[in-house]
């Protein structure tokens, strides 16, 4: 998909929809300086255009039950396509991981999960984890505590 330029104003809307995904279009119409019509036009050529893929609600991990956060590090025994492609499934088939990455460096996969308590995770390790085709080795570093946490990207207005 093509590249859609942003002006300052589609980036208003898209930083106050980040910080207040909930307003009504007439109040972020207000917000960014238009009316609630070409607000919603302009909101909906965003979303065709893929620049918003959709909208959640962000819930605190901690009041569902999943306090504990585990970086793994993935490397597999080897990187050819059809390998990638089986682990990526199989991880999309995983709601215990909520983030996952392809790096570069000594690591082929970073991901992020989420558990109700270590014994969860061991659980999720052994039964799981271990059993996808073609891992190497697995590292796992548990979050002492999560300094910043933001799904807001920085797309301020250009000055």
Do not use: W
Not at 44 to 58: N, S
Not at 110 to 130: H, P, S
Not at 137 to 156: D, G, R
């Amino acid at each position: 998909m093509a590249k859609i330029e942003l002006d300052n104003i589609d980036r208003r809307l898209l930083q106050t929809l980040q910080e207040k995904g909930r307003l009504p279009v007439t109040d972020l119409a207000e917000q960014v300086g238009l009316t609630a019509s070409p607000c919603l036009r302009r909101l909906k050529i965003l979303e065709r255009a893929g620049v918003i893929q959709g909208y959640a609600a962000l819930i605190d991990q901690d009041k569902v039950g999943l306090p504990v956060s585990v970086f793994v590090s993935v490397k597999l025994e080897m990187q050819r396509e059809e390998a990638l492609e089986a682990f990526e499934r199989a991880v999309r088939d995983c709601p215990e991981v909520v983030e996952c990455y392809l790096m570069t460096g000594p690591r082929d996969y970073l991901l992020r999960v989420v558990a109700r308590d270590l014994a969860a995770y061991e659980r999720f390790l052994k039964e799981t984890l271990t059993r996808v085709e073609g891992v190497a080795s697995i590292e796992s570093s548990f979050a002492l505590a999560q300094v910043k946490h933001s799904n807001a990207l920085p797309i301020a207005p250009n000055a």
